[in-house]
């Protein structure tokens, strides 16, 4: 009798509990097209398989009369659940509750989640709907921002890190995400960034709309600092839920395998590449010609797409995919592409995703723009990525390697562990047309005719260097394949270094140019 | 499969490529040398003060005008000597970065 009472109790302060910021809060949430934190969590993980934690956590400020003030699990729900049976831990800000802001004990709530995460080696979400710290708190709030800064870090390349902007994520606060691996963003309801319009506006008289500075669309195209963008938040869901099925829960393992089917015939590889290698098509095409059903995982879609990267499954495991993309600034290297394909290949290398690179670029883009914001630096970041990745790389030479593009594209120097060319492919210290133009300087210029002597001799050396073959002699090219063949050398290639061991000089840890 | 649309060319040393070009790519600007006689605004900011008047001579490293920006106080300087042909901004007024704020003949 008396522990009916309890319990009876117990169920009366979850109920409250369970309302966060309340009915008219709520309703003010989703008349802004937003569902409530509980509502994301569900909808996110498995049905049923939500363990909340902290529920009853309240928070410990006194100044400014917060000590006469409930703020019901102080803004933040946290928990462990699973997404199609993978273990994940979660966090979901409550905006109902006091703007999502955040205190000393949110964050409290948050870090203990974090810590959970990377001791039980699983990944972490968080949800980010928070109008920033919350100010009565003080340092105390800014203690929490730093305690959730330090954790991302740590945690980095050990257990993946999701975060989700569903809401406001302003200030210091973007730090967090920033410093995850994927961050998801949705249209109308994600808004990011460092300084507010009014704080511009005041400061540098600049007016721009919060969509206009930092909303998804920005951040996905402009930006780079988003790599989902969705129209909906179900939409947002489904693709955390896909990339929840591609990576492994840790860094120790490898992602789950998961059915493998052959690629849809309506990808005929034998059509999709012109002979002419000044000729576009979509590289995507390509791999999704050759991808377990074909179906492609696309990372950073609306960014540098100029370069294509994201996950696809070769017989049944997740592999990374790295693509030049000739639709699309004849897929040259810039500062933009080289710092989203970098990132992407450390990825793969931290959690033992085999990487498999396209390659098909006329080389670096040339500019004073390109120059100026540091091609340099950026391009150079390509280079380390894939020379310092340890994991499986292969890569398949399709068209065009010219000059430092050739060797940036995970070219044997950098220490491919196969790699494979189109009969089509063009590997040389620079496109014809220039290499005729500097070698055969003296005969052109002294020729009655230049015109036709620099065609002749473009189309000589275009015969004698512009193939696979010379760097096949040297050993460069391991072998020289029809496209038809690709997938079958492809999944040969993943199958045998399934166990590659390679022991690299021990060192704290490197310097790559960010 | 996606149909090809949009197609540009993108002339590089390698060649003339069939693609798309990127909104960056397009609206680049293109590289001017610096004009010595321009003073430009490096940053967006108020006119606090402006220091000397159409047709007057200065000489290189004379204060112009104080431009605030950024909660600083910013003493723009004459970059050669020579005569201030024109001012086109007012003590109060707003300047946007890259805006001319004084020419020299």
Request: glycine letters at 8%; a neutral charge; aromatic letters at 8%.
């Amino acid at each position: 009798m008396a522990l009916n009472k309890k319990i009876k109790e117990l169920h009366e302060k979850r109920e409250k509990l369970l309302l966060g910021g309340g009915e008219q809060a709520i309703e003010k949430q989703k008349a802004m097209g937003k569902r409530t934190a509980r509502e994301r969590i569900m909808a996110l993980l498995d049905e049923d398989s939500f363990n909340e934690y902290d529920l009853f956590v309240e928070h410990d400020a006194r100044d400014f009369d917060m000590d006469k003030k409930t703020l019901p699990s102080d803004g933040v729900i946290i928990g462990t659940g699973t997404i199609y049976g993978a273990p994940v831990a979660i966090f979901a800000q409550d905006f109902t509750v006091a703007g999502g802001s955040l205190g000393f004990m949110h964050s409290r709530k948050i870090t203990k989640i974090m810590d959970h995460a990377l001791k039980m080696r699983m990944p972490l979400i968080g949800i980010n709907d928070s109008g920033g710290a919350r100010i009565q708190e003080g340092v105390n709030s800014l203690a929490g921002y730093g305690e959730i800064f330090f954790r991302n870090t740590i945690s980095s390349g050990v257990i993946p890190q999701i975060s989700v902007i569903l809401g406001p994520c302003a200030g210091g606060a973007v730090y967090s995400p920033a410093l995850t691996d994927f961050v998801f963003v949705v249209d109308n309801i994600s808004k990011m960034f460092i300084t507010g319009p009014e704080v511009i506006k005041t400061v540098l008289g600049e007016e721009i709309s919060m969509e206009d500075l930092g909303g998804a669309r920005i951040h996905s195209e402009i930006t780079g600092n988003a790599h989902f963008f969705a129209s909906s938040e179900d939409e947002c869901f489904g693709q955390i839920k896909k990339l929840i099925t591609f990576i492994p829960w840790s860094n120790d393992r490898k992602a789950r395998p998961f059915d493998a089917g052959e690629p849809k015939p309506e990808y005929n590889i034998d059509k999709i590449v012109p002979d002419d290698p000044t000729l576009p098509y979509d590289v995507k095409d390509v791999i999704r010609a050759i991808v377990d059903n074909s179906d492609f995982f696309e990372i950073m879609e609306n960014y540098a797409k100029n370069i294509v990267i994201g996950f696809g499954r070769m017989n049944g495991k997740t592999t990374g995919f790295v693509a030049n993309q000739p639709i699309e600034m004849a897929g040259v290297l810039d500062v933009d592409s080289s710092d989203k394909a970098a990132r992407f290949i450390r990825y793969c290398d931290a959690f033992n995703i085999p990487i498999i690179t396209f390659v098909d670029l006329p080389g670096y883009m040339p500019g004073v723009d390109q120059e100026h914001a540091g091609v340099i630096r950026h391009g150079a970041k390509v280079l380390y990525a894939y020379s310092e990745a340890t994991v499986p790389k292969i890569t398949v030479i399709i068209r065009k390697a010219y000059g430092g593009g050739y060797i940036a594209m995970a070219s044997r120097h950098l220490r491919a562990d196969f790699v494979f060319a189109w009969p089509g492919a063009e590997i040389a210290v620079m496109g014809p047309e220039g290499a005729a133009n500097i070698i055969f300087r003296k005969e052109i210029m002294s020729s009655d005719d230049p015109d036709s002597t620099r065609k002749q001799k473009v189309e000589e050396y275009k015969e004698k260097f512009a193939n696979p073959y010379v760097a096949a002699s040297r050993g460069y090219v391991d072998a020289v394949i029809e496209p038809s063949e690709t997938r079958k050398f492809l999944l040969h290639s993943i199958n045998v270094s399934e166990n590659k061991s390679i022991q690299m000089p021990p060192k704290k840890h490197g310097l790559p140019p960010f | 499969m996606d149909q090809l649309k949009n197609i540009d060319t993108l002339r590089l040393i390698t060649g003339h490529y069939k693609t798309r070009l990127s909104s960056r790519f397009r609206n680049r600007r293109s590289y001017k040398p610096e004009d010595p006689r321009l003073i430009l605004s490096y940053i967006p900011g108020t006119i606090v003060d402006i220091l000397v008047k159409p047709g007057q001579d200065v000489k290189k490293g004379d204060h112009l005008m104080i431009l605030d920006a950024m909660k600083m106080q910013n003493h723009l300087k004459s970059k050669s000597d020579g005569r201030v042909k024109v001012i086109p901004v007012k003590k109060g007024d707003k300047v946007s970065k890259g805006s001319l704020l004084l020419e020299m003949e």
